[in-house]
């Protein structure tokens, strides 16, 4: 049986590896050379939008993902209409995910408490925005924004004219800025029949944007029942299949829904060692039709982002219990090249590990 992934980053690379031990075989699409996964796993070299390329993929698999929210739709779906095979998770959350106006009238339509905001697409748009909406704020991309990028915080008129300047050409969103008391991220499948499974709540930790650290489980029952309960009704309202994420910011005990993901996340790479089924296998199982896997945390885990460039393993791996986890990629600023995680007894020696992980690998955030 094989699996079509669209995009050959390192979700891809972490869906094969954990495909492998069921008996699954692989094929990616992906233009990139040295892509993570088309080191682990068979990769078709084009285009996402090559439709001869898109239909062999589909051709070829029992069933096609993606590893990357910005696959174009349209080939996808052109390709999907002629009947050459099935493709999850549904292509209408895919397109959700790549607006960021689409995702928030989704929250709003759904009941899910979201970020005040207003679309902007010319510097008059902008003004109004900011007086409906008012300072600090932060103007965003609508599309193709991922690891803070396309995006500025504003804090005065001078700034917001800088930031139409800077982000301008494309259509934007602004949205009030959220003094958050931290960011959490829930994770869940569904499967066949309508069957779901949500993992433990996760506390993440960014710095300019990108994901640092995130520590699971974490937060009352009440936050964990709060955004299991909307996770599930965006779940039900696609009719989904595979993981999907919604990202929060939470402020004075409220969620706030930030932005959904319709895959598997950087915040889930903890299951793979501190859940009874990792997020990448459970994807699996949702897509194939297969049982979905228990979510249970096996103890308190801490995953630390790798970024810019590789330390040296011995680095890591002197720190007992470190599961380290290399992508494959070349270093480069700002570009997330592997992860590692440990998972403890208690939360109590998984921040102290965790404070030494990053004391060791000079990150500078903070413990929540
Ligand atoms: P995003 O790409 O929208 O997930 O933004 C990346 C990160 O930037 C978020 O996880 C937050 O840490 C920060 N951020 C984005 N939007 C806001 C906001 N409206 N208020 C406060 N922080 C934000």
């Known amino acids: 049986m094989t699996v079509g992934i669209v995009g050959a980053g390192q979700l891809g690379r972490m869906l094969a590896l954990a495909g492998y031990p069921l008996g699954l075989d692989f094929l990616c699409l992906d233009p990139a050379r040295e892509a993570p996964a088309g080191q682990v796993a068979p990769q078709l070299h084009g285009a996402f939008t090559d439709r001869r390329l898109l239909a062999r993929l589909l051709s070829r698999c029992e069933v096609v993902t993606f590893d990357w929210e910005n696959v174009p739709v349209t080939g996808l779906a052109a390709v999907a209409r002629r009947g050459r095979g099935r493709i999850c ?117 960014h710095g300019a944007g990108i994901l640092r650290l995130t520590l699971a489980p974490f937060g009352p029952s009440r936050w964990q029942r709060q955004a299991a309960r909307y996770l599930t009704r965006v779940l039900e309202h696609f009719r989904y299949r595979g993981i999907l994420t919604i990202e929060f910011f939470v402020r004075r005990g409220k969620l706030i829904a930030n932005e959904l993901a319709p895959r598997v996340h950087n915040s889930g790479h903890w299951t793979i060692e501190g859940a009874v089924t990792s997020q990448f296998e459970n994807h699996l199982r949702a897509i194939l039709g297969l049982p979905l896997g228990a979510t249970t945390p096996l103890g308190h885990s801490a995953m630390v982002n790798l970024i810019g460039r590789l330390p040296p393993r011995g680095t890591l791996l002197k720190l007992e219990g470190v599961h380290l986890h290399e992508y494959g990629k070349a270093p480069r600023a700002g570009r997330k090249v592997g992860h590692c995680t440990i998972v403890e007894g208690t939360s109590a020696r998984r921040d102290a590990r965790a404070r030494r992980l990053l004391r060791d690998l000079a990150v500078d955030v903070r413990i929540p």
């Open 89 to 205: 998770p549904p292509l209408t959350a895919l397109a959700t995910g790549q607006d960021r106006v689409a995702e928030k009238r989704l929250f709003e339509r759904l009941g899910i408490p979201t970020t005040r905001w207003h679309a902007v697409g010319s510097p008059q748009e902008l003004r109004r925005a900011l007086d409906r909406i008012g300072l600090p704020g932060v103007l965003k991309t609508r599309r193709l924004g991922y690891d803070g990028k396309g995006q500025a915080v504003v804090r005065s008129a001078a700034q917001a004219a800088a930031a139409w300047r800077k982000l301008g050409r494309a259509p934007l969103l602004y949205e009030e800025w959220v003094d958050f008391d931290c960011e959490v991220s829930i994770i869940g499948a569904r499967g066949a029949g309508g069957a779901t499974a949500v993992y433990p709540l996760c506390g993440n930790v």
